[in-house]
């Protein structure tokens, strides 16, 4: 290997650079190379290559759509053409020639090594592996890029007790974000890749996670491991004031984020971790972690980026990341770092090899779901006299690792392996570290339990968590609890243990477990208490019941756990003992994942985006066991049809009789085989049931049935099937079904009681779940989402028995709040279409106060679409009904909302008179919640006619009846609305303030609709303080939420505001794709006052780039909407811009014109600095203008009544 050292020899007038030959230090003349701070991007004159390339890497995927797409390949040729620069700079002169042509021997770049030597953190943080050789390509993929410091000590000296026939890996993985990466997502395929290839390596997980930890761990653990590797996120100083919740978005110094031992975020710097370093010889660190490696010009000392400062403490070769660094980007980088690791010795080799694994499979997971991104250049190697790794490769082959667990402990019955479950893995890990001395899995028959303790024993054993060992015990057949102390005492003891007394076999065994680790699984424990009032008894008496229960209060506090998995809570443990992990089904990715594996051995491969698969898979749950069960059939049905026999008939499917399946229906029939006789006819009602349960519900529908059941019938069987495993208590007597119940009790059990008494209980089911949809209507989503995750199937089901028994007042409620939630989820098609219905059932019988609300919302529902012709009608029909049944309620609803009609068109006299004939009857009915919404839009018609003083008062009046009627919804609009009003008046602070308080309660209730437009205002005034940075950051957060939820109306005005972000800083190309974007929604939708903002800006764009002919047409169309819609600031501002354009063409008379008529609308909208820039603006024009003409110019400006010309003199 030939190194070639690129040495920093600064002389105060800009870089320079050396190339050195290391093997005889000769080196070149000082060159002089461009610094990527301040070079170029095309496009974007105000920033340059730094600041783009850490957009790029960082925000860019956060919207990798177009015109981010073209922005992003500005921003690659830039650091493409940076590459290629400075290598024809630093090689381009003969000496430096000839080095690069020996030290590549034969044109082999692998052969070389290049150093990066520097003090300057300005020169460290630059982007040195994008260095190009105009015929050979990129460097840092075919060559290694190392750094290394000058000024700095030699590394201490390596103990000869380390290990030379296994590289030890200490793995630190740190998770203390509720919203974390997945826990295994880094650490799995280290392990597997380990195991999988026999390399001669070990890896320990270090628990907890903490930085106390890491410290005892490393003192305890003298000269053992070689690596340090830190799995989790990292950033760059003290977190940038508000922006606390962007967990990588650092200043000033390095950190790491380690865990406490509460699992929650402790940071860490890079000086406490020198501090702590500088003590153990650690050969090598690996860092991904976000920023590891970042420096900026800002650093004036180049330890402060946590690589820097571990070469610092003597770390000989630290591995970091210079940016973020994408979870599915590490998963490429991490193996193949490693396997190459093991195989060359070399540190910056291996670094070479995950980049070019990075480069093949460039594709990263953001919001288009996988999008390519060029991130090889973000892991960076610092190195000071490496470590030769070889002695991994010149070491036997490791044989294949006899695991440390028993027979039972291993996956036999699953032949998918263990899939998903990191977040339950990560709970067990914490849960390890809890006082209680068991931990109690517990959820549904076959949810995986099993699979999940036996997945759980399998990492602690490759990650040396597992101690002294694991016992598995199968209580099925378990009779005694003597049994089991014996049986687990002569395994850890041994000898005559079971010839002891009790008493001295208790203090023994608890004296064992206490003071040495070791894992004890109790499996299927249900079975030692049994089913409570059915024919299943327990398999241990009471006696035996208490002494197991002793035998964990005498292992409170101790090294030992015991895992426990149950269908039952269990709660008889009681929380000193036992710690409850309720499971599940598996969610999200893991979800599609395990269906993918299964899928597999069929050759079918399910689409994600089919709905038909989706509502298939919802239906599943994410039930493992169920999974395996219906999803083969995907063969032989089509997905609708299993999802239909889930629902109605299990037994449709003709399920083959494999053991999976004779598996699944054992657990089912205990419906039918063990439930007593006399609780059996409650099966009917829980037939009825989809998904959830609610035991409340069941009481109030036994109420109605003729011999009903009572509460405590109804709690003996709620008790039984979780115990049995059909249902998961999830609170407040909520209780989910397994995914197959519903459509085996429809098929079985249901279907053979008789018509009437079935009938009895659809109509109590109507009725209860009617009354709950009654309730539910009429609130707002955050007050609906929760109960419709929970009972919307049960709604939709309860619609089709309500029609079946032709009960009219149940359909109407199951109609009305279907169709109010798929409103208020903006699921405009559906809920047309409910609302639809509903107008026509009440229509039928003849409920016209019912068949008014239903078009009315149909109004609502249109007008959202700016649909106003369709809403006005709906409307209409609705006040028609109002108006003849004198409901004046109903009536100002509907004088409301035609007044934002009338708003929502420019038509401001149009919707006062509206909104004051609402208002008159709100006051007079002492409807304060409805007075408050019309104060409110009477707030933000003066807003949009800019008298904001008026504005002002409306709100505060509407503010202080929602604060009082604790109406947070409401209050969170008008706190959005008086930070516009702030904003307006350019007063940042106080307008950050509103906006912070109303987006709090967004967020809280989960509001998203709104969130986006306050996202979008804080943008907006970033923008105005020119933080174009911040501005499109929260500008795109908005746009995300407006895509996602289909909001066109959102989109077009932030498309058109990102566009002015990306003109401020004189990308035009861009700016002018964001504007066409935007146009294309407001000209569809006919947003016209937005679609005349883009007309205008992008006349400004061609009269930028001295196309004046466009510019004009462009200001001509923006003017025509303005004038139109009587708008006068905009007419101001566009006839201002037509003004100074005809200047510019030396049109001198025609642009007095124009500034005059700019200067005159700004006076009739009362905006005197509007004036005053048109009277500036007039005054330019006339210094330039011929001096034969001036004076008529100057009587112009005076005819026209805008008084003396300032400078007619």
Request: with cysteine.
């Amino acid at each position: 290997m030939s190194t070639l050292r690129i040495q920093d020899d600064a002389d105060g007038r800009g870089p320079r650079f050396v190339v050195q030959r290391v093997r005889d230090g000769k080196s070149t003349q000082p060159v002089r190379v461009a610094s990527p701070v301040g070079f170029p991007v095309e496009g974007r004159p105000g920033n340059d290559l730094v600041g783009e390339l850490r957009w790029y890497l960082e925000e860019f995927l956060g919207y990798p759509f177009s015109p981010e797409t073209e922005h992003a390949e500005r921003v690659l040729a830039a650091l493409a053409a940076w590459g290629r620069q400075t290598f024809t700079a630093l090689f381009e002169h003969l000496q430096a020639a000839e080095f690069l042509n020996e030290a590549k021997d034969g044109g082999r770049f692998d052969r070389l090594c290049l150093q990066i030597a520097s003090d300057d953190a300005r020169v460290l943080a630059w982007p040195w592996e994008a260095l190009e050789d105009p015929l050979s390509g990129r460097l840092a993929q075919t060559c290694q890029v190392e750094r290394r410091l000058n000024e700095v000590a030699d590394p201490p000296q390596l103990d000869p007790d380390l290990p030379r026939d296994c590289v030890n890996i200490l793995l630190v993985t740190a998770r203390p974000y509720a919203d974390d990466v997945r826990f295994r997502s880094i650490s799995r395929p280290l392990v597997e890749l380990i195991e999988e290839h026999h390399l001669p390596a070990h890896v320990e997980l270090l628990r907890p996670p903490s930085f106390d930890a890491l410290r005892r761990h490393l003192q305890e653990h003298p000269n053992t491991y070689h690596v340090v590797h830190f799995d989790g996120h990292g950033g760059y100083g003290a977190k940038l004031p508000g922006l606390a919740a962007d967990r990588h978005r650092y200043q000033a110094e390095g950190v790491l984020v380690f865990e406490d031992e509460q699992g929650q975020p402790e940071e860490v710097t890079a000086k406490q971790l020198t501090d702590l370093l500088r003590e153990h010889a650690i050969p090598a660190v690996v860092l991904n972690a976000c920023q590891s490696a970042m420096l900026d010009e800002h650093a004036a000392d180049p330890f402060a980026c946590v690589a820097a400062a571990l070469v610092k403490s003597g770390v000989r070769s630290v591995v970091a990341m210079a940016y973020s660094l994408y979870v599915s980007a590490a998963r490429q980088f991490v193996p193949a770092f490693y396997e190459r690791l093991f195989t060359s010795g070399d540190v910056a080799e291996a670094v070479r090899a995950g980049r070019q694994q990075m480069l093949a499979h460039p594709d990263r997971v953001c919001a288009r779901g996988a999008y390519p991104l060029e991130d090889w250049l973000v892991p960076v190697t610092y190195q000071q006299d490496p470590l030769d790794f070889s002695f991994a490769r010149e070491a036997p082959r490791a044989t294949a690792r006899e695991p440390k667990l028993p027979p039972e402990a291993h996956e036999t019955e699953n032949p998918y392996g263990f899939i998903g479950r990191d977040g339950a893995l990560l709970c067990l890990e914490r849960a390890l570290r809890r006082k209680p001395a068991s931990i109690l899995i517990q959820g549904l028959g076959g949810v995986g339990k099993t699979t999940l303790a036996r997945g759980f024993l399998a990492w602690l054993d490759r990650t040396g968590g597992l101690g002294h060992g694991c016992l598995w015990l199968n209580f099925t057949d378990v009779r005694s609890a003597e049994f089991v102390i014996n049986w687990m005492g002569e395994a850890l003891i041994g000898g005559q243990f079971s010839a002891a007394d009790m008493e001295r076999r208790l203090a023994a065994l608890v004296r064992v477990l206490r003071e040495n680790r070791a894992i004890v699984v109790w499996d299927n424990f249900e079975v030692a208490r049994g089913i409570v009032g059915t024919s299943i008894s327990g398999n241990l008496t009471e006696e035996d019941q208490q002494l197991l229960a002793r035998l964990l209060t005498m292992l409170r506090g101790g090294q030992s756990k015991v895992i426990i998995t149950s269908r039952s809570r269990e709660e008889w443990l009681g929380h000193e003992r036992c710690w409850e992990l309720p499971i599940g089904g598996l969610d999200g990715d893991e979800r599609w994942e395990y269906c993918e594996v299964v899928l597999r051995d069929l050759g079918l491969s399910p689409r994600r985006d089919d709905p038909a698969m989706i509502e298939l898979m919802e239906l599943l749950g994410g039930h493992p066991l169920a999974m395996r069960v219906i999803l083969p059939r995907l063969k032989d049905h089509c997905a609708t049809a299993l999802a239909q026999a889930l629902k109605s008939n299990l037994a449709a499917l003709d399920l083959p009789e494999d053991d999976v399946t004779r598996k699944l229906a054992a657990t089912l029939r205990f419906v039918e085989n063990s439930l007593p006789a006399e609780l059996r006819p409650l099966l009917i009602p829980l037939s009825l049931h989809e998904g959830f349960v609610d035991a409340d519900y069941l009481e109030r529908m036994a109420k109605q049935v003729d011999g009903g059941p009572t509460r405590a019938m109804i709690d003996r069987v709620t008790q039984a099937l979780c115990a049995a495993g059909l249902l998961r208590g999830r609170g407040q007597a909520i209780f989910e079904l397994h995914p197959a119940l519903t459509g085996y009790l429809r098929a079985s059990v249901a279907g053979a009681l008789d018509m009437p008494s079935r009938d009895a209980w659809s109509r109590a089911f109507v009725d209860v779940t009617g009354r709950l949809a009654d309730a539910l209507a009429p609130r707002p989503l955050h007050e609906q989402r929760v109960p419709l995750f929970i009972h919307g199937a049960n709604f939709h089901h309860a619609l089709t028995e309500a029609e079946r028994l032709l009960v009219d007042d149940g359909k109407c409620a199951l109609l009305q709040a279907l169709a109010s939630y798929a409103q208020n989820t903006r699921d405009f098609a559906a809920a047309a279409r409910l609302f639809g219905r509903l107008a026509l059932a009440d229509r039928v019988v003849g409920d016209q106060e019912g068949e008014a609300a239903a078009y009315h919302q149909l109004g609502t529902i249109f007008q959202e679409q700016r649909d106003f012709a369709t809403a006005q009608q709906w409307y209409r029909e609705s006040l028609a009904i109002s108006e003849k049944q004198c409901n004046e309620h109903r009536a100002a609803s509907t004088y409301h909302q035609l007044g934002t009609i009338a708003q929502e068109q420019r038509d401001f006299a149009a919707a006062g008179q509206w909104y004051r004939k609402s208002l008159a009857i709100k006051e007079r009915l002492r409807d304060e919640h409805g007075a408050a919404n019309t104060y409110h839009h009477l707030g933000t018609m003066a807003q949009e006619q800019r008298d904001f003083a008026t504005a002002e008062q409306w709100y505060r009046k509407s503010l202080a009846i929602r604060e009082r009627l604790c109406d947070e919804h409401g209050a969170a609009s008008t706190y959005h609305q008086l930070g516009t009003i702030a904003q307006e008046q350019r007063n940042f602070a106080a307008a950050g303030q509103w906006y912070r308080k109303s987006l709090a309660i967004k967020e809280r209730l989960h509001d998203e609709h709104a969130a986006a437009s306050t996202y979008h205002q804080l943008g907006k005034s970033a923008a105005e303080q020119r933080d174009f940075a911040t501005a499109g950051r929260w500008y795109h957060k908005s746009l995300a939420i407006s895509e996602k939820l289909g909001i066109e109306e959102g989109a077009a005005f932030t498309c058109h505001q990102l566009g002015r972000i990306a003109q401020e800083q004189r990308d035009f190309a861009a700016a002018e794709q964001w504007y066409r974007k935007s146009l294309a929604i407001s000209e569809k939708l006919v947003i016209e006052h937005c679609t005349a903002s883009s007309y205008h800006q992008l006349g400004m764009i061609a009269e930028e780039q001295r196309d004046f002919a466009a510019a004009e047409n462009w200001y001509r169309e923006s003017l025509a909407i303005t004038e139109k819609q009587s708008k006068e600031r905009g007419t101001a501002i566009t006839c201002g811009q037509l003004g100074i354009l005809a200047g510019l063409q030396q049109q001198y008379e025609e642009s007095a014109r124009w500034l005059i008529k700019s200067a005159l609308a700004f006076a009739r909208c009362s905006d005197q600095h509007g004036v005053r820039q048109g009277g500036g603006n007039f005054l330019v024009m006339v210094k330039t203008a011929p001096v034969d003409i001036r004076a008529k110019l100057v009587a112009m400006w005076r005819d026209a009544g805008l008084g003396e010309f300032p400078e007619a003199s």
